[in-house]
């Protein structure tokens, strides 16, 4: 009779252990989903994939104080961005394809954007001249009632100086290069 209690005892005892690690084992992993729902960077913009016709991104992200943005997809050469030390957080990039992920306590996955080229010519007539607006170099023809006159390739964001005597029709066009 003894020896039915000892078992019966070890049983309950084993039992209970049993009983204490899958709860143990239980909070471990939840604790572990907790902390990544918690502490993993999220990106939130741009979207993975994104098409962007405006070259200034504005990220937005959570759990995170850093970002990676590189046009290789094996970030070789990281540009490293810390927006807590800019006062804005738009960036301004050339169109192409980038890759972003956030660091914070843990890295996140990276996502995928793409900045569409965007032609833009304005026509100052108060200073006369043609400025690029848009985020390419640009191809300017000049014509007149006599056919084109002639042709001047405009970076971005600069003006040239134009005759605004003459009937002249400006036409800009990207740039191959």
Same mark, same amino acid.
């Given at each position: 009779?003894?020896?039915?209690?000892?078992?019966?005892n070890? !049983?309950?005892?084993?039992?209970?252990?049993? !009983? $204490?690690?899958?709860?143990?084992q239980?909070? $471990?992993?939840a604790?572990?989903?907790?902390?990544?729902?918690?502490?993993s960077?999220?990106?939130?913009y741009p979207?993975?994939?994104?098409?962007?016709?405006?070259?200034?991104?504005?990220?937005?992200?959570?759990?995170?104080?850093? &970002?990676?943005?590189?046009?290789?997809?094996?970030?070789?050469?990281?540009?490293?961005?810390?927006?807590?030390?800019?006062?804005?957080?738009?960036?301004n990039?050339?169109?192409?394809?980038?890759?972003? !992920?956030?660091?914070?306590? $843990?890295?996140?996955?990276?996502?995928?954007?793409?900045?569409?080229?965007?032609?833009?010519?304005?026509?100052?007539?108060?200073?006369?001249?043609?400025?690029?607006?848009?985020?390419?170099?640009?191809?300017?023809s000049?014509?007149?009632?006599?056919?084109?006159?002639?042709?001047?390739?405009?970076?971005?964001q600069?003006?040239?100086?134009?005759?605004?005597?003459? !009937?002249? &029709?400006?036409?800009g066009e990207?740039?191959?290069q």
């Amino acid at each position: 009779m003894k020896n039915k209690t000892n078992k019966s005892n070890y !049983k309950k005892g084993m039992s209970r252990v049993s !009983k $204490i690690m899958v709860i143990v084992q239980f909070v $471990i992993l939840a604790g572990a989903v907790l902390f990544i729902y918690f502490f993993s960077p999220h990106l939130d913009y741009p979207r993975n994939n994104q098409s962007l016709d405006n070259g200034v991104v504005d990220f937005k992200f959570r759990n995170a104080n850093l &970002i990676l943005v590189d046009d290789n997809p094996d970030f070789r050469n990281p540009m490293e961005i810390d927006l807590s030390k800019l006062n804005t957080t738009g960036i301004n990039f050339k169109p192409g394809t980038y890759y972003w !992920k956030a660091v914070g306590f $843990i890295e996140s996955n990276s996502q995928e954007f793409t900045i569409n080229p965007n032609v833009g010519l304005e026509l100052n007539e108060e200073n006369s001249s043609l400025k690029n607006a848009g985020n390419v170099p640009l191809n300017v023809s000049e014509k007149t009632d006599s056919g084109t006159t002639g042709l001047v390739i405009l970076d971005v964001q600069v003006d040239y100086p134009v005759d605004m005597k003459n !009937k002249t &029709i400006y036409q800009g066009e990207q740039n191959g290069q």
